[in-house]
């Protein structure tokens, strides 16, 4: 039987990127092994692999009876529907500690740092196995990604020192230019329906029993989504009340001016004052040098949340 390495719904570069790396490494390791994703990949992944001339993973939605590898996520809400039935060989994963638990000990490696991929590039060091040279492209491209171009608050030295490994493995050495043009791709919106916009980096959450929807929209430019900022408000207002959720936030975020315009729907819009001492009017917010949900939006909500 196969083993799967699957990353978290919604998938985002990261996501698809490691499961294709730690499954490549680990069939190297002698395992029968491949890698997976939960849905379609997004513009931008999908930039990415043709890039480096490398597969996308097949759709796979139950893991029931199947031994898998989790990678980017331990959160059983981002995982599986029927995560239950399946046999968790391991965790790579660069987020808090979620609510996965195992029945058996397990290969876990959570660190600190960007990126999943800086944990599983880290990973071929450990088990001195050489990184092929489109595994080190696709790789570099999810750091780059997840760290918004070493911009974001979530990126460490050891995301910075496996780029510049990893970009003389695979002969990119411009790596602002290249995450540019990954981001780029990534702020296209035209022709996209509103609520595939909304999804696309979409995260529920569960803060103190009340349910909190975070979306993100990374961008070159925030103008980009001018034409649509209504329609996307509109549609976070029908998210929040399909899903009877307390909250559903939508952060614009300008990657080159690094902040975020956050789009507020809310049973108490108090709470986004209480978590970044700032007031909204009219739904939204501008919040100054914050670009990651993960590090500077989660946790100052699940505080205010309890
Ligand atoms: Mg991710
Ligand atoms: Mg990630
Ligand atoms: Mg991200």
Redesign the pocket.
């Known amino acids: 039987m196969t083993t799967l390495v699957v990353g978290h719904k919604n998938p ?3 996501s698809v990127c490691a499961a294709i790396a730690l499954s490549d490494l680990k069939k190297k390791l002698g395992e029968d092994i491949a890698p997976a994703v939960q849905g379609e990949l997004n513009p931008e992944s999908k930039f990415v692999l043709e890039k480096f001339g490398v597969a996308a993973p097949d759709i796979v939605t139950s893991y029931a009876g199947k031994d898998i590898y989790i990678v980017d996520n331990s959160d059983l809400a981002q995982c599986p529907d029927d995560l239950g039935q399946a046999n968790i060989l391991g965790i790579v994963d660069h987020h808090k500690l979620g609510d996965v638990t195992t029945g058996q000990p397990l290969e876990c490696w959570i660190w600190p740092v960007g990126c999943t991929c800086t944990v599983v590039a880290s990973m071929y060091d450990f088990f001195s196995v050489e990184i092929p040279k489109d595994i080190a492209g696709i790789m570099l491209c999810a750091i780059l ?2 760290t ?1 171009i070493f911009k974001s608050a979530t990126c460490t030295d050891t995301d910075k020192k496996i780029c510049a490994k990893l970009s003389k493995i695979c002969g990119e050495s411009d790596l602002e230019t290249l995450g540019i043009e990954m981001f780029k791709v990534k702020s296209a919106v035209e022709g996209t329906p509103i609520r595939e916009l909304v999804l696309r ?1 979409y995260k529920d959450f569960n803060m103190g029993g009340k349910g909190v929807g975070v979306g ?1 929209l ?1 961008l070159v430019d925030l103008s980009i989504v001018d034409g649509i900022k209504a329609d996307l408000e509109k549609d976070i207002q029908a998210l929040k009340e399909e899903k009877g959720h307390h909250s559903v936030f939508l952060m614009l975020t300008d990657i080159m001016k690094e902040g975020t315009e956050l789009l507020i729907v809310s049973d108490d819009e108090s709470v986004v004052e209480k978590a970044f001492g700032v007031t909204p009017a009219n739904g939204k917010v501008w919040l100054d040098n914050i670009m ?3 590090k500077q939006i989660v946790p100052d909500l699940e505080k205010v949340f309890g």
Do not use: A, C, I, Y
Request: charged share 60%.
């Open positions: 985002d570069t990261d990604s997840d918004v980096d993100q990374e990651s949900r993960k």
